[in-house]
């Protein structure tokens, strides 16, 4: 009985939130092959020049690039960088976001001082920030981390700040206040868990961005180190060849357009089922 109410109780989740599942699903596989790439994918810096641009067979699945590495092997690693880029960024952009925007929201005076600082970072392009970051401090994985999470903060600040504006005068934060609760303890418990639902789905959002950015900043080659494999990398090395050895674009082309599928299904799912409004006409 037990499990058949299970059954029913999983199968009428996927009925009502197919994003979250489909989007869950391919994320998990993806995450799966990055986490198991030495089991199931060979060296990705192995170059034999004799095997260069080599067509999709039984020895090399996804054929060869210009230096005869497997492009199989580079794909299945480079989910690694691209994973960690997206996932870094999302965790440190949300957590810097947040402390900043309960801040602004709460205090007028940080307010007024912060949101210009805000405003000031929005209004640079984000790519551009981003090159001329990596052009200062080099190039890394760290450091492209660190050039795309500075442009993503003021969104999550405003985001925060929203919400806070929003709720810090509703009856029971009006009452908790009266109480004589301190301030920390305030906008730990009643303020920051109204911020929860939003920040989830901003989370994938920023997550599907930073992947993308990460591999325009390793086309233009002003991201990861060119011998690293990243999809960004791959791609930008081989669009000589795209006539001649298309497979050499396409399987890292088709990854990163999987993975940010994947992760903007997932955020469009989160933001239905943490949404009331929505949740009530499904």
């Known amino acids: 009985m037990a499990h058949s109410s299970l059954t029913a109780g999983a199968a009428e989740f996927i009925r009502r939130h197919p994003t979250i599942v489909i989007g869950a699903v391919l994320l998990s596989l993806i995450t799966l092959a990055a986490i198991f790439a030495p089991l199931i994918a060979g060296d990705p810096l192995a170059f ?6 080599r067509r999709p067979s039984a ?35 949300v957590l810097s976001g947040s402390f900043v925007g309960l801040m602004a929201g709460y205090f007028a005076r940080i307010d007024a001082v912060v949101m210009r600082l805000m405003d000031g970072i929005m209004a640079i392009p984000a790519i551009l920030l981003a090159i001329a970051l990596v052009a200062l401090m080099g190039s890394s994985v760290e450091v492209v ?17 929203a919400v806070v504006l929003s709720v810090r005068d509703l009856p029971f934060v009006e009452a908790a206040r009266s109480n004589g609760t301190r301030v920390g303890k305030l906008l730990r418990r009643h303020i920051l868990p109204s911020t929860v639902a939003p920040l989830i789905v901003q989370a994938t959002y920023i997550c599907a961005s930073a992947i ?3 591999a325009g900043l390793s086309f233009l080659g002003a991201g990861i ?14 669009r000589l060849y795209l006539q001649i050895a298309p497979w050499t674009i396409f399987a890292p082309g088709i990854c990163l357009a999987l993975v940010v599928l994947a992760v903007n299904l997932l955020g469009d799912g989160l933001r239905d089922r943490l949404d009331p409004r929505i949740s009530r006409r499904m």
Request: proline fraction near 8%; charged fraction near 20%; aromatic fraction near 6%.
């Open 145 to 161: 981390i660190i050039a795309i999470v500075i442009p993503e903060i003021p969104r999550v600040t405003r985001l925060v700040r």
């Open 48 to 53: 034999e020049p004799i095997n260069r641009l």
């Open 225 to 238: 180190p060119p011998e690293l494999p990243t999809w960004g990398n791959m791609i930008a090395s081989s």
């Open 59 to 93: 020895e090399f699945w996804l054929g060869t690039d210009s230096l005869g590495r497997d492009v199989y092997s580079r794909m299945v690693y480079g989910a690694r960088i691209s994973l960690l880029v997206g996932l870094s960024v999302a965790i440190v952009a």
């Open 212 to 214: 993308l950015t990460e």
